[in-house]
């Protein structure tokens, strides 16, 4: 049989990562936890910036962007924003949720992004 996909031998290069995870795991402390302080300051050093803040996920991440372009005064309630319509719900759900309305832009078929004929 010939394989299709031989995920093992793809996948082994990241076997450390196993054990990292295993680690952060087993110490029970892996929410705000020494090795995310770790993180955020090694990141926040590598951007350039003062500050990193880890989230669990995208939609929180997309939910304070939003948040801060709003308190920046960079955004105002009710501000249109362009989203391609192939996108996640959590683009919609982090703009919706900022009170912010998503205008939904057919892609563009080379790219899948938002088509700019179509935006404007």
Known sequence: M???LDLKKINSK???LNQ????IIDSEWYIRGKKCQIFENEFSEYCGTNY???V???LDALSLIFKAYIVLGKLEIGDEVLVPANTYIASILAIVNNE???VLVEPATNTFNID???AF
């Open 2 to 4: 010939i394989k299709f």
């Open 14 to 16: 990241y076997l450390h």
């Open 20 to 23: 990292i995870a295993s680690k």
């Open 52 to 54: 990193c803040i880890g």
């Open 56 to 58: 669990a996920n995208g």
């Open 100 to 102: 912010l309305k998503p």
């Open 116 to 118: 700019d004929i179509k």
